[in-house]
């Protein structure tokens, strides 16, 4: 390694360091509540004439959907872009392109996401719009054929690109019939049966005001925010009966393997996600998982990039990571090769499971795991975006805002052992779900040491 890429290196962990002793990571916001319950987080930037807002709103996510309605969360809150008693999709649309605004709306698994980032001269006009979307959506007939439509047809898409196709196989294998399976985009089946009165009867039930946790980050004096806040989302009402319960149930656990190989006749590759338990959010095991997950695969010098694609030249990707969710989360291991080295590649990743269950990690890698991850976390939070979804994440999870401080210390001081510990908890050995997407014809025979495989057409319905 170059002098000068050393010193860049050792200054950031130095940053980082001082950082995490000041507490300054993410600078503490103010907080207030509007009349109709929603929470607010407010912290002025006058560095750049931007403004960001988020809000999240709980239980609005699709995991909460009834499960033969499965794409109704999502397909309500893009249906909410698409005009409203004032204005039509186009005007919509219209009106932002020419503030070089954005403004959005999805379902994320536990909540649905409201997003806007504008110049501060626009912000006004961007929240007015925005309110109006989130208060009084038209829902025309037209727009919701139309996107049912463009729906059905992505997801035709999405079989034709097996890198995209496990995944959706993968969240049906592992979670079953558990609501945390639920495919955002829905299947064929469930998009088919859901009317245009259900997207209302969603909208009614779970897009409520009062469960709506919001900040906003920019160039904007307090008084002149609580002004336009009252006046534009402040005066968000929900109909009908109070929101429902948003519990969401215990996360499946695998019980031994669970082997599943859809067939793609044309595909040259083949596609793989393995997948276990892994842990809820703020779990306090977090900073230790994070060290060894970096080691393993969650960068590209990883056991899993060095060994699959910087020694052997199986494939130009391989990673692994941690979801965490509110009930519990997963680990997963991904990648892909060629057919004829689907074996071989899947072989090289149990050993690499093995090894780090038993052996765990040198003291030279923690460190070396430990600056990485202290070395790329100040961007993170560099942005008024970022520091937006950081007030409303933290919130929503329950965490604090001094988690990330608690975290980075955690990360400083974390051991081999623990490391070694955690891989022993959090990587699979017997326990897994295994999904491959390739042609069965030229995979099949080298799959069959790993165990008993169910197999599936990509031409049969839905995931």
């Known amino acids: 390694m170059k002098t000068t890429a050393k010193i860049a290196i050792f200054t950031l962990i130095l940053i980082s360091a001082s950082l995490v002793a000041q507490g300054a990571y993410l600078p503490s916001p103010e907080r207030f509540s509007l009349k109709n319950g929603i929470t607010v987080f407010y912290l002025k930037s006058a560095d750049l004439p931007l403004i960001s807002f988020r809000m999240w709103i709980k239980g609005a996510g699709y995991v909460f959907e009834p499960a033969e ?114 495919l955002a985009s ?70 031994g393997q669970k082997l599943v190989l859809i067939d793609k006749p044309d595909a040259t590759q083949a596609y793989w996600v393995l997948g276990a338990p892994g842990y809820a959010v703020g779990d306090k095991i977090t900073p230790q998982a994070a060290v060894m997950n970096t080691l393993f695969g969650g960068r590209f010098t990883s056991w899993l990039g060095t060994e699959l694609r910087i020694k052997r030249g199986l494939t130009y990707g391989a990673s692994s990571n941690f979801q965490s969710w509110t009930p519990g989360g997963i680990f997963s291991a991904s990648s892909y090769t ?16 093995k090894k780090a269950r038993a052996e765990g990690f040198s003291a030279e890698e923690i460190e070396s795991g430990r600056n990485y991850l202290l070395g790329q976390f100040p961007p993170t939070l560099e942005t008024n975006a970022s520091k937006a979804t950081a007030y409303v994440r933290l919130t929503f999870y329950n965490l604090g805002f001094e988690y990330y401080d608690r975290y980075l210390a955690n990360i400083s001081s974390s051991t081999a052992q623990q490391a070694k510990d955690a891989a022993a908890k959090l990587i699979p050995e017997t326990d897994f779900v295994l999904v491959v997407v390739g042609k069965a014809a030229d995979i099949k025979k080298q799959l069959e040491k790993f165990g008993t495989w169910t197999e599936k057409k990509i031409t049969d319905p839905d995931f």
């Open 69 to 182: 309605l499965e794409g109704v969360a999502n397909l309500t809150a893009t249906l909410m872009l698409k005009g409203t008693a004032k204005m039509d999709a186009n005007a919509v649309a219209s009106a932002l392109d020419f503030m070089g605004a954005r403004f959005g709306v999805s379902a994320a698994d536990e909540y649905a996401n409201v997003s806007a980032e504008s110049l501060s001269q626009h912000f006004p006009r961007v929240l007015e719009i925005a309110a109006d979307c989130l208060m009084n959506p038209s829902f025309q007939e037209e727009e919701f054929t139309k996107e049912r439509k463009t729906r059905l047809a992505s997801l035709k898409a999405v079989k034709d690109n097996p890198g995209a196709a496990v995944r959706s196989y993968f969240q049906k294998a592992y979670f079953g019939a558990h609501p945390m399976g639920h």
């Open 186 to 255: 829905g299947t064929e089946t469930s998009l088919n049966k859901i009317a245009l009165a259900d997207v209302k009867n969603y909208y009614q039930k779970y897009f409520r005001p009062e469960k709506g946790i919001a900040a906003v980050v920019g160039n904007i004096d307090k008084a002149k925010l609580l002004d336009l806040l009252n006046a534009t989302i402040g005066a968000w009402k929900g109909t009908g009966p109070a929101a429902p319960a948003t519990t969401i149930p215990a996360l499946p656990k695998p019980k």
């Open 338 to 353: 060629r057919n004829e080295k689907i074996g071989e590649m899947l072989q090289i990743a149990f050993d690499l499971l």
